[in-house]
């Protein structure tokens, strides 16, 4: 599989279809690292890979107080350059190269979903696969079933 055949994935926010490819290995390394060291010093150690990219995830998606503004530009002009809007049907135009500065100029709630959606393109499989190699809980015991009321007869 090469570049030209990345696989992409579309949601429409607000009215607008979106197309974002994954990013590339390299640059999604850096954007994972970034954002575990802006979320928490505990993430420097971290030895779940779940744990870890469930926390790319929620941090690029939500408002938090830790917010880094470089870290915050870094990841939105790194997957600005594998985003594509539709602002008219079929005809998608790039979000890189600056264009998404432009674009979601007073738009923070879209921007953010967007980022959000991206994030998932990229980091979603690394959390699914993470999950489905944690250890199932064990199921609680069922409680024995309590006994009838008695009928009136």
Known sequence: ????????????????????????????????????KMVGPGFGDVVSLARAAGAVE???????????????LFAVDAFAEVSAVELVPGRPVSLGNGQHDEH?????????????????????????AAKAKMPTPPVPAASPASPAPPTAG
């Open 1 to 36: 599989m090469g570049a030209l055949d990345l696989p992409e994935e579309s949601r429409v926010i607000d009215g607008l279809t979106y197309t974002v490819k994954p990013l590339a290995a390299r640059k999604s390394l850096q954007v994972m690292t970034r954002v575990l």
């Open 104 to 128: 979601f100029r007073g738009k923070p709630v879209e921007m953010f979903a967007w980022l959000k959606f991206a994030a998932e393109v990229s980091f979603g499989p690394l959390l699914v």
């Open 58 to 72: 929620e941090a690029l998606a939500t408002f938090a107080a830790s917010l880094d503004e470089n870290v915050l």
